[in-house]
């Protein structure tokens, strides 16, 4: 069973062991934590939100709307999950 970083480090934290089976949820509840991915995510959103808002000669919204020139190394269905490491 995989556990995040954070999980780990809060039940560490309240002394609670795998063996209590206490779920993610009612640990990040008595810690008053939030799921860190979710606080990424709206992170990530604000700050798109806050790029798109840019003048377009703003140095972010051109990198925002960069596309390079010349051979792609990837498919189109490659680049919906990344590029693969060389």
């Known amino acids: 069973m995989f556990t ?18 206490e779920k ?9 934590a939030q799921n860190i991915v979710k606080e990424i995510k709206q992170y990530q959103k604000k700050w798109l939100q806050h790029v798109q808002r ?5 140095l972010p919204r051109q990198a925002l709307k ?12 490659e680049e919906m999950e990344g590029p693969t490491p060389l």
């Open 54 to 58: 840019m003048d377009r000669n703003r």
């Open 66 to 77: 960069y596309s390079p020139e010349g051979r792609q190394l990837w498919t189109a269905e």
């Open 24 to 32: 993610n949820q009612c640990i990040r509840e008595k810690t008053g």
């Open 4 to 21: 995040c970083p954070q999980i780990k480090f809060l039940r560490y934290l309240l002394g609670i062991t795998k063996l209590n089976k």
